[in-house]
C-alpha cells in the first residue's frame, strides 16, 4: 500500500471482482463500496457492492459443488482444512496488517486476537474434521451425521476472520459448502481468506465470497431458496428478520447477536483483580464485543472502592495507543449518543465522556468512559452501546445481584469472581447466559459460545459448532 514503511506487513489490496466457482469474476453490477481506515478516515480500497445477481450465481455455484464435497472423505476435508490453517499462520502478519487497517485494531491486538484466534479455530476444525464420529450405532439402527447443504453465511465487522473462519471452517469441515456475505465495513480480510481458502486447494464452488450491503445482497442470501441454512451474527434487529425468513421457509438457521453481558463481582473477590481485568476485557477491541461484560455488579460495602479502581484502570486506555478507534462515524455517533443519555438518565461519568478524545482530529475515537451510580432499568444498563463504555452497577445482596445480571433480553456471555470457585460456580449456573468466565478463566476456542434468550440461537466453535451444520439420518436393519 502506498505511504507504507519498507517490510511493513501488507494490507490485503481490495479486488474489484466476487469470488465465485473458483474464481475472481466482476460483479453483475457497477456500484462499489469505500472500504474506510478508521484510524484516519481515507478511504484505503473499493470492493464491488454486489447484488442478487451475484448472490444467486454465487449460490448456485455453491449448490453444484455440494455433492462432489459431501462425498469427499472427512480426512481429505480435514487436509484442505489444515493447509489453509498453515497459510493463514503463514500470513498472521498480513491478517493483522489488514484488520488494523479496515477495522482500527491496535497491531498488537489485531496479532494476538484477531490473526492467532482464527487461526487457532481453523486448526481446530481441520483436527474436528478427521476426528468426528459422523456415523454410530443405536440398537438395529446406523445414524448419520450428513451435512445438511449450503451454507449462506452472515458476518459483522467486529472480528471479521474469527466470525468467518467461526462458521465457514466447521460448515467445510462437514461437507457443506458455502456462500459468505461479509460485512460492508470488512472486506478486506475475507477477500484475502477467500484467496487463502483458493490456493489450500478447496475445489471450485465449495467457498465463495459476495461482498454488499446487508439489506441487498445479505437479504438476497437469507432469501434463496437454494441456501438450507442461514448462519448469521450481527445485531439482533437483524437477526430477528433473518430468523422470520428462514423460519417462512423451513430452513435452518443460526443466530449470533448481541449482547449486555454482566461482570458479577460476589463479596469476598480480589476486588482490584476483578475490576481489572474486567475494564480491559470491555475496552479491549474498543468496546465492540458482542461477549464483553459491560456491566460491573459490585456489592454496596465495595462499591466506591471499584468505582476508582474502574476510572485508575481506564486511565491507561489511551485513544491512539491502547484504544483504538471505532470502527465507523456512525458507531462513534451511536456511541457517543449512548454517553450523553447515561448523564441525561443521573449517571456518574468517573471517567471519559461523550467529547473527542483531547487532540485526537481524525479518526473515529472515542475517549473511554465509566459509569457509576447506574440503576439496572436504565438504557445504558440495558442496550448495547458497542463502545468502550462500561456501566457500575451497586447490588445489595446475592439474589438483587442475580436478578441485576438476569435482568436484560440479552444472556451471552458474563464473568462472576468469588472468594472461592464453588460459590463463584454456584452462581454462573443461576445466569441466563450461554458463557461465564469463572475467577478470571481462559478463553476456550473449544468450548461452545453462544447466547440464551435474545442473544442468539445455535452454538459456534468445537465439537457444538461442528454439529449445527449437519442433519441426522437413520437406516434400520
Ligand atoms: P448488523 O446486524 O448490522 O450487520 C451484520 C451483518 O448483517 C453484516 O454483514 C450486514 O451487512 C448484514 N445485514 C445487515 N442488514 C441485513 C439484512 N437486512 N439482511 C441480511 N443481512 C443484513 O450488525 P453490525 O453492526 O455489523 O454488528 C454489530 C452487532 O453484531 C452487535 O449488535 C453485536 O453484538 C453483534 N455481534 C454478535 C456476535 C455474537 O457472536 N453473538 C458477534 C459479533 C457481533
Redesign the pocket.
Known amino acids: 500500500m502506498a505511504g507504507q514503511a519498507a517490510g511493513a506487513p501488507k494490507v490485503f489490496p481490495a479486488r474489484d471482482a466476487q469470488y465465485i466457482g473458483g474464481k475472481w469474476r466482476p460483479a453483475a453490477a457497477d456500484a462499489r463500496i469505500d472500504v474506510v481506515a478508521p484510524a484516519t478516515g481515507q478511504v484505503i480500497g473499493r470492493v464491488p457492492a454486489g447484488d442478487a445477481r451475484d448472490v444467486d450465481a454465487a449460490v448456485r455455484a455453491a449448490r453444484a459443488a455440494l455433492p462432489g464435497w459431501a462425498a469427499t472423505a472427512p480426512a481429505e476435508r480435514a487436509a484442505r482444512l489444515a493447509a489453509a490453517r498453515d497459510l493463514m499462520a503463514a500470513g498472521r502478519a498480513e491478517i493483522a496488517a489488514t484488520v488494523s487497517a479496515e477495522l482500527g485494531a491496535p497491531p498488537a491486538f489485531a496479532t494476538a486476537v484477531h490473526a492467532d484466534l482464527p487461526i487457532r479455530v481453523m486448526g481446530s476444525f481441520a483436527t474436528l474434521a478427521a476426528e468426528y464420529a459422523f456415523e454410530e450405532k443405536i440398537g438395529n439402527s446406523r445414524v448419520f451425521q450428513e451435512p445438511v447443504g449450503v451454507v449462506g453465511a ?6 471479521p476472520l474469527h ?1 468467518i473462519v467461526a462458521k465457514a471452517a466447521p460448515a467445510l469441515a462437514v461437507g457443506c459448502t458455502v456462500v459468505l ?4 465495513d470488512t472486506p478486506l480480510v475475507a477477500q484475502w481468506l477467500a484467496a487463502v481458502l483458493d490456493e489450500a486447494g478447496l475445489p471450485a464452488g465449495v467457498f465463495n465470497l459476495v461482498t454488499g ?3 441487498v445482497a ?2 438476497a442470501l ?1 432469501e434463496h431458496p437454494e441456501v438450507d441454512l442461514v448462519s ?8 430477528r ?2 430468523g422470520a425468513v428462514a423460519g417462512g421457509a423451513v430452513k435452518r438457521v443460526a443466530l ?4 449486555k453481558s454482566a461482570n458479577v463481582i460476589l463479596p469476598g473477590a480480589d476486588l482490584a483483580r476483578a475490576v481489572n481485568v474486567g475494564v480491559a476485557n470491555v475496552f479491549a477491541n474498543s468496546g465492540q464485543t ?2 464483553a461484560w459491560t456491566r460491573m455488579l459490585v456489592d454496596a460495602a465495595r462499591y466506591e472502592e471499584a468505582v476508582e479502581l474502574a476510572a485508575a484502570a481506564a486511565a491507561k486506555y489511551v485513544p491512539g495507543e491502547r484504544l483504538g478507534p471505532v470502527v465507523s462515524a456512525k458507531q462513534r455517533e451511536r456511541v457517543r449518543g449512548y454517553i450523553r443519555r447515561g448523564v441525561e438518565e443521573g449517571a456518574r461519568i468517573v471517567a471519559g465522556g461523550p467529547e473527542a478524545p483531547e487532540g485526537m482530529t481524525a479518526g473515529y475515537y472515542v475517549r473511554p468512559t465509566v459509569f457509576a451510580d447506574v440503576r439496572p432499568e436504565m438504557a445504558i444498563a440495558q442496550e ?1 452501546i ?1 463502545g468502550p463504555v462500561v456501566v457500575l452497577i451497586r447490588y445489595e445482596d446475592e439474589e438483587d445481584a442475580l436478578r441485576i445480571a438476569n435482568g436484560t433480553v440479552y444472556g ?1 456471555a458474563g464473568a462472576v469472581w468469588g472468594a472461592d470457585e464453588e460459590s463463584a460456580v454456584a452462581f454462573a449456573r443461576r445466569m441466563e447466559t450461554g458463557q461465564v468466565d469463572i475467577n478470571g478463566g481462559r478463553f476456550n476456542p473449544l468450548a461452545p ?1 453462544g ?1 440464551y434468550k435474545q ?2 440461537v445455535g452454538r459456534e466453535l468445537g465439537a457444538h459448532g461442528l454439529a449445527e451444520y449437519l442433519q441426522t439420518k437413520s437406516l434400520q436393519f
Request: proline share 8%; glycine share 20%.
Open positions: 452472515i458476518t459483522p465487522w467486529n472480528y466470525q456475505k461479509p460485512a460492508e450491503l446487508g439489506p445479505g437479504q437469507a448469521f451474527t450481527g445485531s439482533t434487529a437483524v437477526g428478520r433473518i449470533e447477536l448481541g449482547g458482542c461477549s448495547e458497542f451471552l459460545f447466547g442473544s442468539g
